[in-house]
């Protein structure tokens, strides 16, 4: 497994912006696809976003489509969500996940390794 902190949650107005990181720790952090979810207390975790460890090509959820963009980070161990446009509906704790989920990537059962999330709190 590999091990994962997420760092850049926080209170942003409607509108605003904000970068999550997302480090990892762990040998062939490289070969996992990585992915942002959120969560809201009550509901279920959401999928946003995947980044493919073999040719680092993307997925969006259409909900963040065109304001979210995931990447790798300019440090080989940490993958970035950037946030922007961001609406109250945002708001949530946001968990990075690693894994090679194949067909399952935008399920949680798809990753077994999971941050402790971020809170982001977007304000209107």
């Known amino acids: 497994q590999v091990q994962l902190a997420e760092s850049g949650g926080g209170l942003v107005q409607a509108g605003g912006s904000l970068r999550l990181s997302c480090a990892a720790s762990g040998r062939t952090f490289g070969s996992y696809d990585m992915a942002w979810f959120r969560q809201v207390p009550g509901k279920e975790r959401e999928f946003l976003a995947v980044?493919?460890?073999?040719?680092?090509?993307?997925a969006y959820a259409d909900s963040v489509k065109g304001r979210f963009t995931i990447s790798r980070g300019n440090a080989k161990n940490t993958v970035i969500l950037q946030m922007n446009s961001l609406k109250p509906e945002d708001t949530a704790v946001y968990h990075c996940?690693?894994?090679?989920?194949?067909?399952?990537?935008?399920?949680?059962?798809?990753?077994?390794?999971w941050g402790q999330g971020t809170q982001v709190t977007v304000s209107s």
């Open positions: 996940a690693a894994g090679q989920p194949y067909g399952r990537w935008h399920y949680t059962d798809g990753y077994d390794s």
């Open positions: 980044v493919w460890g073999s040719d680092g090509s993307t």
